[in-house]
């Protein structure tokens, strides 16, 4: 049976401080997958008013200058399995011409939560710089 030997250069305890107890919390504390987090961004300055799902996809569309672009269904499913994970919520508008209510979403208390330390993280994550010993 082979033994794995850890090279004491390579391993550094992290600067941050990963068993410390996390400042945002949410129910898996797990981040959503990107397009998720797009979608949350998109949503988080709504305000009350909340937004509906084409200005999400105009959002994004908009923001990444065109590079970025999220089809109707990968909305509706995303807004569907963030809503599921508690992370939002939404209520029915006004019919709109055609009889179809729009759907204005909104953040939840753990959808803020993420949101905030989605910001957080990849403010630290674009600060960060590896440590290493002097050659």
Not at 31 to 40: C, V
Request: glycine share 8%; proline share 6%; hydrophobic share 35%.
């Amino acid at each position: 049976m082979q033994t794995l030997t850890k090279d004491p250069l390579l391993v550094k305890e992290p600067s941050y401080a990963p068993n410390s107890e996390p400042v945002h919390q949410w129910k898996d504390q797990r981040l959503p997958a990107q397009t998720e987090l797009l979608i949350l961004w998109a949503i988080s300055n709504s305000g009350s008013q909340g937004v509906y799902g084409l200005d999400i996809q105009r959002a994004i569309a908009d923001c990444s200058r065109g590079n970025e672009c999220i089809s109707v269904g990968t909305l509706y499913s995303s807004l569907k399995r963030l809503r599921s994970r508690g992370f939002i919520t939404s209520v029915e508008g006004d019919p709109i011409a055609g009889g179809a209510k729009r759907q204005y979403y909104h953040l939840t208390k753990d959808g803020e939560a993420v949101v905030s330390y989605a910001n957080d993280f990849i403010s630290r994550l674009s600060a960060w710089v590896p440590e290493r010993e002097p050659v």
